[in-house]
């Protein structure tokens, strides 16, 4: 998966997630954001670009969209604290992410899309194959099955009007989140944690029949 890392952590690289921002970032920079030592920021800087998060030019690193949730993904794989590491993510590294995934699997993606009369928001929307994947993300959180039925019926009434609006379209509503375990379903949606929605997409194709697909009727 393009997220997997071998990185060293330390609890320190939490602190770090703030400093990582689109474009370029030197150790001095880096350090007055997280109020670290220039030495500290070199340091995890350098761990961070070791394992392809980042790349480094002069004294300059490099960061692009979806690499602050990269790195905040290989922390909670290695149990540092969920509740710190979600302080320092929003819904754009998430969503980032999120169309990373699908855009690196050959995807059409587009982000943020509006529908109107009534109006709704889809987070990301990849197609492919001629079937669209809406994605509702939902970071940070961690939900009950309640507030998960709820989402989930919403994400539903997103998909319809979307096909609606949609010539000829299929679509299969899904649901990313940070901190779930596994892959589950409600009303055959998946629910799908983002540490395995790489494989998930890879899967999507031959598991298709089992989830739930909209198209006109």
């Not at 019926?153 to 609006?165: F, G, L, P």
């Not at 949606?189 to 395995?196: G, K, L, R």
């Amino acid at each position: 998966m393009i997220y997997e890392t071998q990185m060293k952590t330390n609890p320190k690289m939490i602190v770090g997630l703030k400093g990582i921002i689109p474009g370029g970032v030197s150790a001095k920079d880096f350090s007055a954001v997280t109020k670290m030592s220039k030495d500290e920021s070199k340091s995890i800087l350098d761990e961070f670009t070791k394992n392809q998060i980042g790349t480094k030019q002069d004294d300059f690193y490099y960061f692009e969209e979806g690499d602050k949730l990269k790195i905040a993904i290989s922390l909670l794989e290695k149990g540092l604290p969920i509740d710190e590491i979600s302080v320092a993510l929003d819904w754009k590294d998430f969503e980032g992410l999120t169309a990373e995934i699908l855009s690196s699997k050959n995807f059409a993606v587009l982000k943020n899309m509006i529908l109107t009369k009534p109006r709704m928001e889809i987070d990301v929307v990849g197609i492919r194959l001629g079937v669209a994947m809406l994605i509702d993300c939902k970071h940070w959180k961690r939900y009950s099955m309640s507030s998960l039925s709820s989402v989930v019926k919403k994400q539903i009434e997103r998909t319809k009007q979307y096909v609606a609006k949609t010539e000829g379209a299929i679509a299969v509503p899904v649901i990313v989140t940070l901190y779930q375990d596994k892959v589950n379903f409600i009303e055959n949606v998946p629910i799908v944690p983002i540490f395995q929605f790489s494989s998930f997409v890879d899967e999507f194709y031959g598991n298709i029949d089992q989830m739930k697909t909209i198209e006109k009727d």
